[in-house]
């Protein structure tokens, strides 16, 4: 079956990095686009970073533009958020989650999804 497996998720101060990545298995990795989502308590799932099938096309959350980016390595079913001068406000847990169809931000379209890794940055 599918499974979606992140890593590298922690607890890092105010303006640190973290580089999460998310495995992917039982799909055929490069006919999928790719997203990252995140859900603070209390607060609904919301989009942060999208990515294309080749890698070539990527699409940001306001919030995170210039400070995060998404990739891809399709040779090891692997995709990637590396994430830098990050905020207490990013704080929440990271999925990530593949889609068949689109390139997108509403997670509603997404067909995947991983476990998710807790993020908690410190002020």
């Known amino acids: 079956q599918v499974q979606l497996v992140e890593s590298g998720g922690g607890l890092v101060q105010a303006g640190g990095s973290l580089r999460l990545s998310c495995a992917a298995s039982g799909l055929t990795f490069r006919n999928y686009y790719m997203g990252w989502f995140r859900q603070a308590p209390g607060k609904e799932r919301e989009f942060v970073a999208a990515?294309?099938?080749?890698?070539?096309?990527?699409y940001y959350a306001d919030s995170v533009k210039g400070r995060f980016t998404i990739s891809r390595d399709n040779a090891k079913n692997t995709v990637y958020l590396q994430m830098n001068s990050l905020k207490p406000e990013d704080t929440a847990v990271y999925y990530c989650?593949?889609?068949?169809?689109?390139?997108?931000?509403?997670?509603?379209?997404?067909?995947?999804w991983g476990q998710g890794t807790q993020v908690t940055v410190s002020s």
């Open positions: 989650a593949a889609d068949s169809d689109r390139f997108g931000s509403r997670w509603t379209e997404y067909d995947y």
């Open positions: 990515l294309s099938v080749s890698g070539a096309r990527t």
